[in-house]
Nanobody, 122 residues
Framework: QVQLVESGGGLVQAGGSLRLSCAASGNIFVIYTMAWYRQAPGKQRDLVAAITRGGSTRYADSVKGRFTISRDNAKNTVFLQMNSLKPDDTAVYYC????????????????WGQGTQVTVSS
């Protein structure tokens, strides 16, 4: 079993900051790309930011310059620093990981966290 556990969500005023964390545990051989997605009520789940094992990053246009994704490979953890938050950033944020389980094989699995609520008030 693989578990992804997010933390750090909450309520913040517009212009404020939050830092999300996601720790992966279980029978993990290696984690490749880790990412954050978000889903607002009545909308689809969209990619916010992603980071490869080597540290290459990509961001949704709506968060470029405000959000920063980072990871600690030794701890199988990914972070999302969110600054200058806007009410439109309100959503449930989900952690995602592409990984190989132990024992190693050619199969690449995808695992999701349970989500953490971020609410930005105006």
């Amino acid at each position: 079993q693989v578990q992804l556990v997010e933390s750090g969500g909450g309520l913040v005023q517009a212009g404020g900051s939050l830092r999300l964390s996601c720790a992966a545990s279980g029978n993990i051989f290696v984690i490749y790309t880790m990412a954050w997605y978000r889903q607002a009520p009545g909308k689809q789940r969209d990619l916010v930011a992603a980071i490869t094992r080597g540290g290459s990053t990509r961001y949704a246009d709506s968060v470029k310059g405000r959000f920063t994704i980072s990871r600690d490979n030794a701890k199988n953890t990914v972070f999302l620093q969110m600054n200058s938050l806007k009410p439109d950033d309100t959503a449930v944020y989900y952690c995602n990981a592409e990984l190989k389980r132990w024992p190693p094989s050619t199969v690449i699995d995808e695992s999701w966290g349970q989500g953490t609520q971020v609410t930005v008030s105006s």
